[in-house]
């Protein structure tokens, strides 16, 4: 069963790529950030929206269960299930997103990186908030692959964040060009 210590370890793995992240896009212009590259595609600032949105999603399902319950540790395929997506996410395969995460406004950079700052900050003390024996419950649920615990959830959310990188600096070539 995992414990808060992996938890928080995990976390600070995940944060720390993400602000490595960010210091590579804050050496560009921001007004370079929220442009397009074509039609239809998204913004480097759009994707980073989407990231918070998704982030944000998976941290307001996980106060919903810490307040009204109906938790429980995890099954027996929740390491398979967590594999299968994980391997998805690094095929050279376009995924759309899931419906609540898919539409995603034009914004600024400032705008994108401001959001996902403060999704990040919530996740760290709701993180640190949760009760050692619920840290092995499902209480992260993907639209698709359905519950994982919090370690398991933070895996699957840091190569969410390594996935997109590499749409990220697809986009940053495209613009370059």
Known sequence: MPTQAQLLKQFATFETERQVLLAKLERLDPVFL???????????????????????SAMAYLRKKLE???????????PLRLLLLNTA???????????????VPACTYA??????????????????GVPENYVGHGLFK??????FDLVQGLQFMTRHVR???GQINRTVRQLAG
């Open 163 to 165: 996935h997109h990188q």
């Open 34 to 56: 929220q442009t397009a590259p074509c039609p239809g595609a998204w913004s480097v600032a759009q994707v980073m929206l989407h990231l918070a949105m998704a982030e944000g």
């Open 68 to 78: 009204v319950g109906g938790h429980g540790p995890v099954g027996l395929t929740a």
């Open 142 to 147: 993907h639209p698709s692959a359905g519950k």
């Open 89 to 103: 996410m690094d095929l050279p395969l376009k995924f759309n997103a899931p419906a609540i995460v898919a539409t």
């Open 111 to 128: 705008d994108a990186r401001a959001q996902w700052d403060a999704v990040r900050s919530d996740m760290r003390r709701v993180l640190a």
